[in-house]
Nanobody, 118 residues
Framework: QVQLVESGGGLVQAGGSLRLSCAAS????????MGWYRQAPGKQRDMVAT???????GYADSVKGRVTISRDNAKNTVYLQMNNLKPEDTGVYYC????????????WGQGTQVTVSS
């Protein structure tokens, strides 16, 4: 059963912008928080940004000031606007619903590839 579908990735030059979208099933989206996660080649999957159901946001230090996470509760969708992209932003981006005490509510989706050329 598909619960999370990411889209919007692509190939951009350094300094460019992308907007990622994550369409979630309602049962997943009703969790308190949604997040974006990035997995670079040969590295672990790390948190990029999170947003609570009420709109409180958090960002990894590496992207703070360059990305904005938002959500549309009516559409069960979370977005990641990425500006001034850098080559180190390259990776597969996933969304999910983290639990407070660890783990995630849904299985990981296919992700969307972001490649930033220098």
């Amino acid at each position: 059963q598909v619960q999370l579908v990411e889209s919007g990735g692509g190939l951009v030059q350094a300094g460019g912008s992308l907007r990622l979208s994550c369409a979630a099933s309602r049962s997943i989206f009703r969790d308190t928080t949604m997040g974006w996660y990035r997995q670079a080649p040969g590295k672990q999957r790390d948190m990029v940004a999170t947003i609570t159901s009420s709109g409180t946001t958090g960002y990894a230090d590496s992207v703070k000031g360059r990305v904005t996470i938002s959500r549309d509760n009516a559409k069960n969708t979370v977005y990641l606007q990425m500006n001034n992209l850098k080559p180190e932003d390259t990776g597969v981006y996933y969304c999910n619903a983290p639990h407070l005490f660890g783990g995630f509510r849904a299985s990981w989706g296919q992700g969307t590839q972001v490649t930033v050329s220098s």
